[in-house]
């Protein structure tokens, strides 16, 4: 009898290691997830955040209200998904944005009324803007490389 006690003991506890090593299994596999998830959700607001600045350099084709919503929106996200550094910037890169778009429609307006010197103030003025805008971009896509690192911990 003592053998069956002894046999039933170490199948016990093989179940009891077979069903840690399940659960084990199944919570890194719920942090990959989670992770992966995470990571979709910061590389979207990221994108669209890039790619509004750069439709703010892009030309005053773009509607300033519409403009103006979409990165309400991507800031508030991003207040959520990154730190408040990363926020930080993503809300000097919107306020350059306004910059760059308020500048272009200077040059419109310059269309109308031609002034040689004006018209090389505000070129001037929108290659500044463009640059800045251009350089924050860069800053966040720098300061955002650790939170994009899917292999990360």
Do not use: C
Not at 45 to 74: H, M, W
């Amino acid at each position: 009898m003592e053998w069956v006690e002894i046999l039933s003991a170490l199948l016990t506890l093989g179940i009891a290691i077979i069903g840690s090593l399940i659960a084990y299994r199944q919570l890194r596999l719920a942090k990959s997830n989670s992770r992966e998830k995470l990571f979709d959700q910061r590389y979207k607001v990221l994108q669209r955040a890039k790619n509004l600045a750069y439709k703010s350099i892009d030309g005053p084709k773009t509607d300033i209200a519409t403009a103006e919503r979409e990165l309400l929106e991507v800031l508030g996200e991003a207040e959520y998904l990154f730190s408040p550094k990363i926020h930080d910037n993503m809300l000097k890169l919107h306020n350059l944005s306004r910059i760059a778009r308020r500048s272009r429609s200077r040059l419109d307006l310059q269309y109308k009324n031609p002034d040689k010197k004006m018209w090389e103030d505000v070129s001037n003025e929108i290659s500044a803007n463009d640059k800045a805008v251009l350089d924050m971009v860069k800053k966040i896509d720098a300061l955002t490389a650790p939170y994009m690192d899917l292999a990360g911990k």
